[in-house]
């Protein structure tokens, strides 16, 4: 992997053909939309917490990663899902859309058909999310969104793509917990092996 020289708000990656086994820095995309997808089934609300603030603290993380507009979509299936907790969604800016019946994988294929489409409609966005299904052909297309200078950050991924930011993914997922002072988990319930890097200025990535 190699360097070249840019000014410090670009910073290009030239990677060889075995990228797959190079640690990955983080990108952000400081002027991109970032859009968080939250599985419920797999991150639910914690009990006593309010929806209004855990959209705050999942927001004001991103906004420490550099990400700058946000959004977060939550997937819910409708015969679990009350009107009421529907609201109280609503009401607290998190949009809510309804998953067809169906087992994890399903699930997930659901949620990446929007995922896919991001980057159709908006140029360079920042893809956060938040599931513990990942199977090898999700990585696989999250994997190509990365190297075609999409931010990614996954909570959860197989040991075959070395993804960024094993501790920024757990500053996300920890909300979910019962305990929030709860101690950090082993680096294999996080994202898998993969490494920090600094997150202070935006990274554009090509291969």
Request: aromatic share 8%.
């Amino acid at each position: 992997m190699s360097e070249e020289g840019l000014p410090e708000e670009i910073q290009i990656l030239i990677l060889d053909d075995d990228y797959e086994n190079i640690p990955t820095p983080l990108v952000i995309n400081k002027n991109g939309k970032t859009v968080v997808y939250w599985d419920v089934a797999d991150y639910p609300v914690p009990k006593d917490v309010d929806l209004d603030s855990l959209r705050m603290r999942i927001e004001s993380i991103l906004h420490d990663l550099g990400c700058s507009e946000v959004s977060i979509v939550a997937y819910v299936y409708k015969n679990r899902f009350s009107d009421e907790q529907e609201r109280k969604f609503k009401d607290a800016k998190i949009f809510v859309d309804f998953l067809p019946e169906g087992d994890d994988i399903a699930r997930m294929t659901w949620m990446l058909v929007d995922i896919i489409c991001l980057p159709v409609v908006i140029p360079k966005p920042n893809v956060i999310l938040l599931s513990k299904h990942m199977e090898k052909e999700a990585v696989d297309c999250f994997q190509s969104m990365y190297f075609n200078g999409v931010g990614v950050l996954l909570s959860k991924t197989e040991p075959g793509w070395l993804v960024p930011d094993d501790s920024s993914a757990f500053e996300l997922t920890r909300l979910f917990e019962q305990h929030l002072d709860c101690e950090k988990p082993q680096r294999e319930d996080t994202v898998a092996n993969s490494v920090d890097h600094p997150l202070d200025e935006e990274t554009n990535v090509s291969s």
